[in-house]
């Protein structure tokens, strides 16, 4: 999987606790991303980052927050998870923005209860 | 705004059949597309990726897709089904007016029928 590695790779949480999932990549690439996947809507951006310290909203990004402090890990956090983040969280990274194409790790299946 | 539409959330096929997997899209400029297959607990993986050269495009495991600018479309076909081939398939779009963010479609499940 291109070097990408998601940890951990189940969890199951209460409601209202907080929650990180990370994303750990050994291929150097600028551009790393966190979507979420959902039946019937595909995947969906939650955060992207484009450089240590860079980081931008994806169209679902309320709930979550990220951070990179170092080129090879991409943090997510759910400061206070709720039943509707229930999902299954992906990490992909990509070396540029100019169409090529992304890298996805295996996925974290997180349950909110 | 940037939209694929991926039509058949379903598709069934029997083994040796023809593979069609219908993806339409909208974009301003001219797009990058990209179709992914995923298989059980498992991330996506990449099929083939259209960027502006040759409008026919062939990927992995025999599949391959043509980009049709009049009809906004990028069809992921394959000539003949494999059992190995059910899986879900995704199609996505990304292109220089979105900084090159990528938006997938709902994916389409492929069952084939031995």
């Known amino acids: 999987d291109a070097g990408i590695t998601q940890s951990p790779r189940h969890k199951v949480t209460e409601t209202g606790t907080p929650v990180t999932l990370r994303c750990h990549q050994t291929e150097n690439h600028r551009y790393m991303y966190w979507y979420r996947q959902d039946p019937g809507h595909g995947l969906r951006l939650i955060h992207y980052?484009?450089?240590?310290?860079?980081?931008d909203k994806g169209e679902v990004s309320d709930g979550y927050s990220v951070s990179r402090s170092k080129t090879e890990d991409f943090l997510l956090t759910l400061e206070s998870a709720t039943s509707s983040q229930t999902s299954v969280y992906f990490c992909?990274?990509?070396?540029?923005?100019?169409?090529?194409?992304?890298?996805f790790g295996n996925g974290t299946r997180l349950t909110v209860t | 705004a940037q939209s694929v539409t991926q039509l058949g959330s379903h598709v069934s096929v029997s083994e040796g059949a023809l593979v069609l997997l219908r993806c339409n899209y909208s974009s301003s400029v001219p797009p990058y597309l990209f179709w992914y297959v995923q298989y059980p607990n498992q991330g996506l993986q990449l099929l083939l990726k259209?960027?502006?050269?040759?409008?026919l495009v062939k990927g992995i495991n025999g599949f391959e897709a043509e980009f049709k600018k009049s009809e906004t479309s990028f069809h992921l076909t394959k000539p003949s089904a494999h059992m190995s081939d059910a899986a879900e398939y995704f199609c996505?779009?990304?292109?220089?007016?979105?900084?090159?963010?990528?938006?997938f479609g709902t994916g389409t499940s492929l069952t084939v029928i031995p």
């Open positions: 996505a779009v990304s292109d220089a007016n979105t900084g090159n963010q990528f938006y």
């Open positions: 980052s484009y450089g240590v310290k860079d980081t």
């Open positions: 992909a990274i990509s070396p540029d923005n100019g169409g090529s194409p992304l890298h």
């Open positions: 259209y960027t502006s050269a040759a409008t």
